[in-house]
């Protein structure tokens, strides 16, 4: 049945309408969209009825609870394979792609050798000669060491082999996702792609990044711009659930320091401007990715319902 696409969205407006459009557009394009409500409101859920809920090869899956981006793809993808798909191309809904995205992903995963993932290069919605990610470097050694210092530069037009990508956008086969389990709800949003990577590596799936394959992404945070106290709770818990889940006592003895380090950078970062509710935020994850480590599990976060 080829590829279906699959949006996750929450309260997302006519940006999910957006992407929905960007996907409808492909040269080539999905055998499926796979609209993904993360338990919006009502008033949302109508204006998705109203405007995608009859748009042919659209379906919408409209879940009872705020299953978070991790549980948002893992529904939207057992959906899609359930119906059929052989890969499932996976999608936050502040994405765009360009009209020619789909088909090449897919030129990159046929052959003999074909990689269990794919994912294309992301730049800024706003400006497409920066690029946000062309492939990352994921090793648990050096897991809290920023992602910017680590991420592949783009080179060349051929497919490169790396050992991540960013999940906001990414190719999937069936076998891939079903030997890793999908993707680790406990994790929620943020580090769910890290911690997916390392299990299709661990699984034998190779992942490449497609560099003429191109996607525009809104909405980057990182740890020292753009977050919001939601973001920062999670982004110093979830280290601690990726190692706890992938990772062997070596790992702890280079994540602890480098951790403490980013962690401790970043607080003095939102200290000096004034957000004292972003570093309390800090503090919290991080207490909570301890107590996460020490065995206690993970509570929920809620809202938001994408990744942000």
Known sequence: MGTAAVVVSWEGGATTARCVASLRAQDRPPSEIVVVDNASSEVERER????????????????????????????????????????????????????????????????????GIAAPVLVDMDDARRVISAGERVLLPLLCVPRTLLRHRPRGDAPYAVTGVMGSALVVTRDCFEAVGGFAEEIEVYYEDVDFCLGARASGYRAVIVPTAVVRHDGMRGFAAGLTPWAAFLKARNPWLVVRRRGTPLTWLTFVPTYAALVLASAAIWLVRGRLDVVRALGRGAWAGLAAAAGQRPVPVGAPGARA
Do not use: C, I, K, Y
């Open 48 to 115: 998705l009825r109203r405007d995608l809920g009859a748009v042919p090869g659209v379906r919408l899956l409209l879940l009872d609870e705020n299953r978070q981006f991790a549980g948002g793809l893992n529904a939207g993808a057992r959906a899609a394979f359930a119906a059929g798909a052989e890969r499932a191309l996976l999608l936050n809904n502040d994405t765009v792609l360009a009209p020619d995205a789909l088909r090449r992903l897919e030129d990159a995963m046929s052959g003999a050798r074909a990689p």
